[in-house]
């Protein structure tokens, strides 16, 4: 039912709500006096250096595309864990099919360095 | 009106402007943050239409991967942070008229499915059923069976192909200073 997902759409509006009324609240009633040590990006932490806007290492790309993959494999597997009782060997020999090309991948991936973050 | 055309209203007017500011922004960056707007509005859509699982998916999938891989592939390139330039070109109209006609064509294709032509009625089974079917129409042999192990394929040859565009440095090859 739709309404099961109330809550969900309550919160969204209050965390909305609530960000617009912080950033708000301290805009309108908060002192401003800049000095240079305030406006650093982070004060009294790490002096940035270099350019914010950089080129990402391209792991971050081989990573998210992983996580897409088994993400999606993940939703293949969900409906079939829940009827999975009530399944006969065939539907568990099809769910192994379907892991072990899978796997292929992933030991493909392992073999490559794929998953190492030196 | 109830409650819920409101809310189809409200989401699906949601779901076009942020698709139009997807199109529209200049920098790419502000494109993809609005793409997340734009699939989280079809996930309020699946909700709407009792598709529950889907909408979980559409959540998971596109907006928790999806979304993320086209930010990481924007931070991967160098300057196409920074770029702002025009959003159209000079053929813009011969777009919006080929556009149109498809839009037109799906409306009128659609009008004619019997199943769309009168009010929607409410399912009546309920969310788990539905899931337990999915499930089960993934592994019978007179339905899915053949898509279902097919995307397996097409996973692992996705998960091999960005593997090998990406190329990992195996060994001590030159690593960049960038990081």
Known sequence: ?118 | MTLVQILFLLFGLVTLLASLMVVTSPKLVHAAFWLILALAGVAALFILLEATFLAVVQVVVYIGAIAILIIFAVMLTRRVMHDTGPQVNRSWWVALLVSLVLFGGLVLMLAQVPALAGTPAPLMVDQETLLEDLGRALVDADRYVLPFELASVLLMASMIGAIFVARPPSGSEERSGER
């Open chain 1, 1 to 118: 039912m739709p309404t099961d997902f109330l809550p969900i759409a309550v919160l969204i509006a209050l965390a909305t709500v609530l960000a617009f009324l912080v950033v708000l609240i301290g805009h309108l009633f908060g002192p401003r006096r800049p000095t240079a040590t305030k406006l650093e990006p982070y004060e009294s932490g790490m002096r940035p250096y270099g350019p914010g806007q950089r080129r990402m290492p391209v792991h971050f790309y081989l990573v998210a595309m992983l996580f897409i993959l088994f993400d999606v494999e993940i939703v293949f597997l969900l409906p079939w864990a829940v009827v999975l009782r009530q399944l006969r060997l065939f539907a568990l020999i099809e769910m192994v099919v379907f892991i072990a090309v899978l796997l292929v991948g992933f030991v493909y991936a392992w073999k490559k360095g794929a998953l190492e973050w030196e």
